[in-house]
């Protein structure tokens, strides 16, 4: 039995990594992550996500000013990554100064940068602040912010707005195209422990429509259960629940992305992290998949309006709110609508394809197995699934998908 069970870890892990494989090869050479299209520039003024700052979804509430007499001054570490240049204007040593979150994210920056531009470097204009030169309460304060330009130029220089995209790709957890001169950049507090980032869920209050017509909150689903997903047609179908990648019904206080739309209106929450497909325009552009806190006001989501037919709505708000629970349903179709509105099933990258793809060994298992082994696939777990925990633990050894 132990042999078997290990031969079919074996399998899944060859699936897995095949199907990576194939993934990478697609996507091109992988000579390290800045040889990938990196995205989309940043739009002067734009933030990425686009929330405030200090909302729970991005950088978080400021927790007050450091000083060098308070306790949490020596939490502090000093950069010297010969990749930076860091400006000291005040002569202190305090832009080399910042909580161990940045300069996580920095240091990864400033690889992300020396692969995009060879000759060019990072430099940090302000990281920790001292004397007061930000607003009231600027994450600078607590070494959780830096502001960023490349070594070359000073003003307008169209480089900083890809920079701008490179900061996001590195991890932090809020970013602004400031300014003309530079991007600024922070990060959530080091003590932060964020329930989002175990998978991507919707709150158990969600609700999903069965074959049966029966509109069903997502806590009360069961494995089996047929629920609303789009067909690769494009047409609204029924697809079974073939496993929960997590299931946590009664956790309280988890921070949810609320998207609304209008004409028609719709509201749909999920955790940040989670895959939603947008598009550009209402006259039927290609869908992107992304995840939810990436998401703009004037995007267009997939939102079912009959049994059949899924029309594109307007984004018109984003917000973060507080709900009970996170239930990640996962079908054999990859996606689900829920609340009326079209999700992916996946979460933590932004690439559903491949994760559509890395969760194909569960398909197989839920076809062959359900039947013969009704019980145990019908069982629903507490907390994450293991398959979910183990393709993580693979990404996470291989390094092959920046999981946020
Ligand atoms: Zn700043």
Known sequence: ???????????????????QLRCSLSCGSRTGYGARNPGSPLMLYQCV???????????GPAKGKITRNSPEFEKLEPCYNTAIIFKDEEGTGADRLMSKRCKEKLIELASLVKNQWPSLKLVVTEAWDEQGQHSKNSLHYEG???????????????????LGRLAVNAGFDYVLYESET??????????YVDKSKRTGCFSSESTVRLENGA????????????????????????????????????????????????????????????????????????????QASMVSAGEFLLISVDAKRLVPSRVANISVVE??????????????IVDGVLSSCYARIDDHRSAHLAFAPMRIAYNYGFRAWNSTFSAIQQ????????????????????LS
């Open 144 to 162: 959780r912010a830096v502001d960023l330009r490349l070594s070359d130029t000073y003003k307008s220089n169209p480089k900083l707005a890809l």
């Open 49 to 59: 996500p686009d929330l405030l700052e200090n909302s729970q979804a991005a950088s």
């Open 215 to 290: 509109v069903l909150r997502v806590d009360h689903l069961k494995i089996s259960d047929r629920v609303q997903v789009m067909l690769q047609d494009g047409t609204i179908g029924y697809s079974e629940v073939i496993m929960f990648a997590d299931y946590l019904p009664n956790i309280p206080k988890v921070s949810h992305i609320l998207i609304e739309t209008e004409n028609p209106e719709r509201k749909v929450t999920m955790t940040p992290s989670h895959i939603i497909f947008t598009r550009g325009d209402s006259l039927g552009s290609k869908l992107t998949a992304k």
């Open 323 to 336: 709900k009970t629970g996170m239930i990640a349903p996962v079908t054999m179709e990859g996606n689900i």
């Open 383 to 402: 907390g994450m699934h293991w398959y979910p925990k183990l393709l993580i633990q693979i990404n996470n050894a291989l390094g092959i998908h920046k």
């Open 1 to 19: 039995m132990a042999i078997a069970k290990s031969n079919i870890l074996c399998q899944l892990i060859a699936l897995f990594v095949a199907a």
């Open 182 to 191: 530079h991007i600024h950049a922070s990060v959530r507090e080091d003590s």
